[in-house]
């Protein structure tokens, strides 16, 4: 049974060879890959190039440190390829993403932002991995660094950022709610982290996917409320995330994010250690790896404008549900001598579902698409770095480990530069 389902003239890696023996780049060897494989599952592909670029503009734009937002995806190809980009810094929310930080780029340094964090693992980051900076929200929490970093500690090489609780309705995905101490209490404990010897700063996120940087104008005024009330000088303020990847085209680039928190720091005059100016943070997640990778899925079945898709809302689709149909898709037709894009014959709304029993694993869309989309299709879906294979679970049996590196530029780029040398020409 086993051999002949290996032998199956659809599946074999003779096939495979023979359909890439026309000199494939390394994204249609990927597509064709995912296509050929027996059991199809979602393919993972990662455009480091892209990944590159982007660290490489947010390290020069950025007058301070950028932290990779880790959580946002950890794949270590995606990983390598930021660093390679220039990535340095690391904001990590466990001792697990401490512990692969670490182990892939000893050089680098991670900051430890998760405002509450188990004891052992503090301890753990600080003793074991050098770490020196946290976040806290709580005066609890203030008590739980102490006693793990111990009684001998060197607490003036220690920064402690308070983070500081944020407006709603700022960015497209809120984050209020969970963490953040509200001004009169961030500002309580902003002292009380400098009464106890350690570094200070302050922090916030202003949610994610922020289109409008006066979010940050508005964030960093209350950070200096804070510090107005703490009295106590700032050694640093970090701007977190929440800076947008470019899905629709409107969100503006990184740089105007950058000004308005430079010029906002600088006219309201935050008051630093011995004369020096705070040093300057970020932590963007999705605005860093938002791009740098596509989802390849396959439809199992269309049923009208329903496609029901081998990824979903508990893989690396739950973006397309809770953020919206932002995303380019096109769509991939196998064919004998490899695939072919989906194109002409008109386009269609469609509603998207995913492969397991739970009614919660739809994305309403409307998704735009060929109309010609038919079962045993693929769709490759662009700008998926973000919060994708980060998020994916493996219920209901569900899950997709694959990854395949991809160079150069990504179907949409390529589609979306050969519109603008139409428009030109
Ligand atoms: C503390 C912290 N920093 C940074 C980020 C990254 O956010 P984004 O991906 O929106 O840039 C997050 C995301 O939840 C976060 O919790």
Not at 157 to 186: H, I, N, S, W, Y
Not at 267 to 286: I, K, M, Q, S, T
Not at 366 to 381: N, Y
Request: aromatic share 10%; net charge negative.
């Amino acid at each position: 049974m086993r051999d002949s389902l290996r032998d199956s003239p659809h599946f074999s890696d003779p096939v495979f060879e023979a359909w890439c023996a026309h000199d494939a780049d390394s994204h249609d060897r990927a597509v064709i890959r995912a296509m050929t494989r027996r059991r199809e599952t979602p393919v993972h592909l990662v455009y480091g190039d892209v990944l590159k670029d982007a660290a490489a503009r947010a390290v020069s734009a950025f007058p301070g440190d950028v932290l990779y937002a880790v959580k946002c995806n950890d794949h270590p190809m995606v990983l390598r390829a930021l660093y390679d980009g220039g990535v340095r810094h690391f904001d990590v929310a466990s001792i697990r993403e401490v512990e692969l930080i670490r182990g892939l780029f000893p050089d680098s340094t991670c900051h430890y932002m998760h405002p509450v964090k188990p004891g052992f693992a503090i301890e753990e980051a600080h003793h074991m991995h050098g770490v020196t900076a946290f976040a806290l929200d709580d005066l609890d929490e203030l008590d739980k660094i102490d006693a793990a970093l111990g009684e001998d500690a060197d607490k003036g090489a220690v920064m402690l950022a308070v983070r500081v609780e944020m407006p709603r309705g700022q960015a497209a995905m809120d984050l209020t709610g969970k963490f953040g101490a509200p001004v009169q209490k961030a500002a309580a404990i902003l002292a009380e982290v400098a009464a106890r010897g350690y570094q200070t700063g302050l922090t916030f996120h202003v949610g994610s996917y922020c289109t409008n940087p006066r979010a940050y104008v508005t964030a960093l005024e209350i950070c200096r409320r804070v510090q107005r009330l703490a009295r106590v000088p700032l050694d640093v303020i970090d701007a977190g995330g929440g800076f947008p990847a470019s899905y629709t085209g409107n969100e503006g680039p990184f740089a105007a994010y950058v000004t308005a928190i430079t010029e906002t720091v600088s006219r309201l005059n935050f008051l630093g250690r011995d004369g020096r100016a705070p040093v300057l943070r970020c932590e963007p997640g999705r605005g860093l790896v938002g791009l740098g990778q596509s989802i390849l899925t396959k439809v199992d079945l269309r049923r009208g404008g329903d496609l029901f898709l081998n990824d979903g809302v508990f893989g690396g689709l739950s973006e397309l549900k809770y953020l919206g149909p932002y995303f380019p898709i096109q769509a991939l037709r196998p064919t004998s001598v490899g695939f072919e894009p989906i194109t002409g014959g008109g386009s269609a709304d469609f509603q998207l579902f995913g492969p397991t029993c739970d009614s919660v694993d739809s994305c309403p869309g409307p998704f735009r698409l060929p109309d010609a989309v038919r079962t045993g299709d693929w769709l490759e879906i662009g700008k998926m770095g973000a919060y994708s294979n980060a998020y994916r679970t493996e219920f209901n049996g569900f899950h997709s480990d694959l990854y395949s590196a991809v160079s150069g530029q990504p179907f949409w780029a390529k589609s979306s530069s050969a519109d603008a040398s139409r428009r030109a020409a």
